[in-house]
């Protein structure tokens, strides 16, 4: 049972433009909702998160947005460095500190 | 400040064996949770500890056990391999007043198991 879903497993963005990842959820219960870019051999490195109060968080050049009536979430880089060059994965955590994560996203961002 | 250590980084076991697993958290974090990442998928989540105490199981046989230590380290144990527990096995620890506290989770590297 897949409660949070990354439909798009890739993505490939000029250097310069923006890149939009895509996050739906299942779970309302969800109250708090996170980005993360993996690298490979590496763990996932934190990269923004949003409580489910807000609608927007910014740091930087990345960007995350919560629609909650849709349960979907995504995450905006401006502009898209080929060092974003990453598998970006979701992840939702519920009202136990258990975090449940997407399937990633491969973003290639071209020089 | 040291981030999240799991050791062994790489391990090759036969199946029907048995794994141990160790995890250091970050200097202050009590929370220690451990995932299974299989190819092409996201994390799945196993346990979590908090406290030296279990807070949360994932949906995990019971070949799969955990343990939290008073300076908050872990080890994660799966017996009786089988070929599909094959996986990067991620230790992340958060901060946070509690468990349920709102705060973001620190992966370590991870340790690479391959059963054969």
């Known amino acids: 049972d897949q409660q949070v879903k990354q439909n798009s497993p890739s993505l490939s963005v000029q250097e310069g433009r923006i890149s939009i990842l895509n996050c739906d959820y299942t779970n309302s219960m969800f109250d708090y909702f996170l980005w993360y870019k993996k690298y490979p051999a590496e763990g996932p490195t934190f990269l923004i998160s949003i409580s489910s109060i807000k609608d927007k968080n910014e740091d930087g050049r990345f960007t995350v947005f919560l629609n909650k009536s849709a349960k979907h979430l995504s995450l905006h880089i401006v502009p898209s460095q080929p060092g974003d060059s990453a598998v970006y994965f979701c992840a939702a955590r519920n009202t136990g500190n258990q975090f449940y994560f997407g399937t990633g996203t491969s973003l290639t961002v071209i020089p | ?116």
């Open chain 2, 1 to 116: 400040d040291a981030g999240v250590t799991q050791s062994p980084t790489h391990l090759i076991k036969t199946r029907g064996q048995q794994v141990t697993l160790r995890c250091s958290p970050i200097s202050g974090h009590k929370s220690v949770s451990w995932y299974q990442q299989v190819l092409g998928q996201g994390p799945q989540f196993i346990f979590q500890y908090y406290e030296k105490e279990e807070r949360g199981r994932g949906n995990f046989p019971d070949r799969f056990s955990a343990r939290q230590f008073p300076n908050y380290s872990s080890e994660l144990n799966v017996n009786a391999l089988l070929l599909g527990d094959s996986a990067l096995y991620l230790c992340a620890s958060s901060g946070g007043g509690s468990w349920t506290a709102n705060t973001e989770a620190f992966f370590g590297q991870g340790t690479r198991l391959t059963v054969v």
